[in-house]
Nanobody
Framework: QVHLVESGGGLVQAGGSLTLSCAVSGIMFSDTNQAWYRQGPGKQREMVAIIHSSGYRNYADFVKDRFTISRDFVENTVSLQMNSLKPEDTGVYYC??????????WGQGTQVTVSS
């Protein structure tokens, strides 16, 4: 069973930056695609960025050219560098595999709040 612990969220002004980190355990990290998701207030959870086991990256259109996903195969972590943050980026950010293996696999997430 995958275990996910997200960190790095906080309060930042619009235009600012944050870096999120996710510690992954319980799975063969090197063999899986990893992703960041987010859930804004009153919204459904949505995919933000994916990094495939090959290293290939996909981004949602709303974060393209602002966010960068990366992974560390030694530490088994996935990171999300977020630049030029906007108030609409506010939400709880989660990491998980892509696709998600189990509805029970979600961690607590980390809150990102962007003030205008």
């Amino acid at each position: 069973q995958v275990h996910l612990v997200e960190s790095g969220g906080g309060l930042v002004q619009a235009g600012g930056s944050l870096t999120l980190s996710c510690a992954v355990s319980g799975i063969m990290f090197s063999d899986t695609n990893q992703a960041w998701y987010r859930q804004g207030p009153g919204k459904q959870r949505e995919m933000v960025a994916i990094i495939h086991s090959s290293g290939y990256r996909n981004y949602a259109d709303f974060v393209k050219d602002r966010f960068t996903i990366s992974r560390d195969f030694v530490e088994n972590t996935v990171s999300l560098q977020m630049n030029s943050l906007k108030p609409e980026d506010t939400g709880v950010y989660y990491c998980n595999t892509w696709p998600v293996d189990s509805a029970d696999s979600w961690g607590q997430g980390t809150q990102v709040t962007v003030s205008s």
